[in-house]
């Protein structure tokens, strides 16, 4: 089964207004890497973040690790439209790289 | 610099036929995965190679065999197709694993069984 749980697994939002996704683990996790599909495309790495507690920005993206290193999120500042997507996360078990079931974005103009 | 290309990107079978699907990179990657991507599902991993002439199972290996003879490919074998390996399939590369493991993925094949 899935390492990682994400919630939710869609999200309506006005453009403009924020959007977070999180990514729970019941067990510590080593990593956690995000991504994201636009519709109809593949996956693109966004991040990867290694250490408890942190926390690093990419213009109006957060990512967290949380403080146990068994969740992370994603929160998004002022939506656009260009945001739409799916988000998932996904951590390593050993080698395997392994994904949660993503949350799925959609942004009304 | 292409990155990662499979191939065929569509593809409709009979139930009980046979296929492959090919994952070629050009980006000396050691490791190499393959999921599949049904709705609600997210990504599941099938099997994946830590390294030329290597194979592991993933999460969903049932069905699908894999071989890596070259480093820069990756092949996945359907031997008896069925309704269920309906999806999209993923193919991805990353440099290694673990910690500096940031996935590479190609545009996907999508497979449909009749």
């Known amino acids: 089964g899935q390492q990682v749980m994400q919630i939710p697994q869609y999200q309506h939002v006005q453009e403009g207004e924020d959007f977070t996704t999180y990514c729970n683990s019941s067990?510590?996790?080593?990593?956690i890497q995000w991504y994201k599909q636009r519709p109809g495309g593949h996956p693109v790495f966004l991040i990867q973040l290694v250490k408890s507690g942190e926390v690093k920005k990419q213009k109006r993206l957060t990512f967290q690790f949380g403080e146990a290193k068994k969740n992370s999120s994603l929160h998004i500042t002022a939506t656009q439209t260009t945001d739409v997507g799916t988000y998932f996360c996904?951590?390593?078990?050993?080698?395997?790289?392994?994904f949660g079931g993503g949350t799925r974005l959609m942004v009304k103009p | 610099n292409a990155g990662v290309t499979q191939t065929p990107k569509f593809r409709v079978l009979k139930t009980g036929q046979s296929m492959t699907l090919l994952c070629a990179q050009d980006m000396n990657h050691e490791y190499m995965y393959w999921y599949r991507q049904d709705p609600g599902m997210g990504l599941r991993l099938i099997h994946y190679?830590?390294?030329?002439?290597?194979?592991a199972k993933g999460e969903v290996p049932d069905g699908y065999n894999v071989s890596r003879l070259k480093k820069q490919n990756f092949l996945l074998g359907l031997e008896s197709a069925a309704p269920s390996q309906t999806s999209v399939y993923f193919c991805a590369s990353s440099y290694s694993g673990g910690l500096a493991g940031e996935l590479f993925f190609g545009e996907g094949s999508r497979l449909t069984v009749l």
């Open positions: 190679s830590v390294g030329e002439g290597t194979t």
């Open positions: 067990t510590t996790l080593s990593n």
């Open positions: 996904s951590s390593n078990a050993g080698n395997m790289l392994t």
